[in-house]
Nanobody, 125 residues
Framework: QVQLVESGGGLVQAGGSLRLSCAAS????????MGWFRQAPGKEREFVAA????????LVADSVKGRFTISTNNAKNTVSLQMNSLKREDTAVYYC??????????????????WGQGTQVTVSS
């Protein structure tokens, strides 16, 4: 059983930074892909970034490219999302997720098998 626990969300002013972390437990993650998604009120869940645990290949959504960085800490079994230059439109609940298919960097939520409970990020003007 895979367990994912997100942390690091909060309230930040526009232009500020936050670092989200996702602690993963329960399986050997070296063959998996990790992803971050977000969901704003009234909107569909949106892809943010993904990383292959083995090798570190990443994919970042155009809406956050150049501002957000995804990374892993293999020793701690964590995946992080560094968010800089935050904008009001980044306000959402952020979720980390696991895709057991390492051969792809999936951008569709339905391709991910396990999800965390989410952490709220609110960006004020």
């Amino acid at each position: 059983q895979v367990q994912l626990v997100e942390s690091g969300g909060g309230l930040v002013q526009a232009g500020g930074s936050l670092r989200l972390s996702c602690a993963a437990s329960g399986r050997a993650f070296s063959s998996y892909t990790m992803g971050w998604f977000r969901q704003a009120p009234g909107k569909e869940r949106e892809f943010v970034a993904a990383i292959r645990w083995s090798g570190g290949t990443t994919l970042v959504a155009d809406s956050v490219k150049g501002r957000f960085t995804i990374s892993t800490n293999n020793a701690k079994n964590t995946v992080s999302l560094q968010m800089n230059s935050l904008k009001r439109e980044d306000t959402a609940v952020y979720y980390c997720a696991v895709d057991r298919m390492q051969t792809r960097l999936a951008v569709r939520a339905k391709d991910y098998d396990y999800w965390g409970q989410g952490t709220q990020v609110t960006v004020s003007s």
